[in-house]
């Protein structure tokens, strides 16, 4: 098991298979960014030892990123690589959906196990405003299409001044649908830096006035930042991801692998130890090499962000380019 100098349990790792995406959120990259060469990213081979590496060190959740995962070639082998690694391994995926309703058969048949898909907001134009492109029709079919498969989460951001009606239109897919919708309070990482968040519980109150009051779920205590409430005639649940104004750093379980291959152990700091040139060496031992640097990133994850303060934060990349 692996074990922080903080004593919290590691056992999760983000993977971001490319850069690339298909909209350009405004918060995240509103002109897109200059795309690191294929070359320079992990092939899915290089991805799967180091999970395997991961797995051996007591990792058993992945999680498949972006930028926008499925605009990667053959996403769906990866998945099935990782399932592959012995273990009892939950493997499952951030998309915006555009691309998910394409591919939700292949991914499910490789053995993918949730999914959690990015919408914020249920207005067309709204969201051709906030993605730059019309997919709001796309993404809603694959919410759809996958509610039932496998367990589904929407994740949502509020923007001041932009969709802060968004919790009140998503909430009936909740209602409606087993799916938990999840607000994650916008965090000063890359252009975010130049939003203000809605604190979510603002969110929450708004949510409460129109659907009464809620009530704490701990099912999943422990196993993310998310804090889950149930609100009587729901399917699914309210989830809040409250980034800036709730310190959720407490219960951080996990590392980050960005699509160069790098691992990254904390979203707030620039910090990173790679990885790209072990992998591609012709030198023995890689897998124990490996190994170690992840302890290593283990050991130099900090004890917690510093979003509430913004000259603490030193990532100065995207989101779309560390993995969010
Ligand atoms: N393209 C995929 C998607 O949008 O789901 C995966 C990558 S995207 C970076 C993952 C999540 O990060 C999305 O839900 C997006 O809304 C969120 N995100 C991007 N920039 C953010 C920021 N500055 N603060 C909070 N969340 C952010
Ligand atoms: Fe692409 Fe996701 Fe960033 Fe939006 S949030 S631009 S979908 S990577």
Do not use: W
Not at 2 to 29: A, E, Q
Not at 234 to 257: T, Y
Request: aromatic share 6%; net charge positive; proline share 5%.
């Amino acid at each position: 098991m692996l074990k922080d100098p903080f004593g919290r349990t590691i056992n999760y790792m983000r993977i971001s298979v490319t850069d690339r995406c298909n909209l350009r959120c405004r918060y995240c990259m509103p002109d897109g960014i200059t795309c690191v060469p294929m070359r320079e990213l992990l092939i899915y081979e290089e991805i799967a030892f180091v999970c395997r590496q991961a797995a051996d060190l007591g990792i058993n959740r992945f999680r498949i990123t972006g930028g926008e995962p499925l605009v990667r070639k053959d996403c769906a082998k990866l998945v099935a690589m990782l399932r592959k690694i012995p273990g009892e391994n939950r493997i499952a995926m951030t998309t915006n959906g555009v691309l998910l309703g394409t591919f939700l058969d292949e991914l499910l048949e490789a053995g993918l196990d949730a999914v959690n898909i990015s919408l914020d907001t249920m207005d067309r134009r709204q969201y051709a405003d906030i993605t730059g492109a019309d997919e709001l029709k796309k993404v809603l079919d694959s919410v759809y299409r996958a509610a039932g498969r496998l367990p589904v989460k929407i994740n949502c951001v509020v923007q001041n001044g932009v969709n802060e009606d968004a919790p009140l239109q998503l909430m009936p897919l909740a209602r409606d649908l087993p799916v938990d919708v999840r607000f994650i309070e916008l965090m000063p990482v890359g252009t975010g830096k130049e939003f203000n968040p809605v604190p979510n519980d603002v969110i929450l109150a708004q949510i409460e006035e129109k659907y009464g009051k809620s009530r704490e779920d701990c099912s999943e205590r422990g196993s993310g930042p998310a804090v889950y409430r149930r609100l009587d005639g729901f399917a699914g649940r309210v989830g809040l991801i409250s980034a800036v104004h709730g310190k959720f750093c407490g219960s951080c379980n996990r590392l980050r692998l960005t699509s160069t291959g790098e691992l990254k152990p904390c979203l707030c700091y620039g910090d990173t130890i790679p990885l790209r040139e072990i992998l591609r060496d012709d030198l023995p031992e890689k897998d124990k090499r490996i190994r170690e640097k992840i302890r290593e990133a283990v050991r130099m994850k900090p004890q917690a962000h510093s979003f509430e303060d913004r000259t603490g934060v030193t990532e100065n990349r995207s989101m779309a380019q560390i993995g969010g």
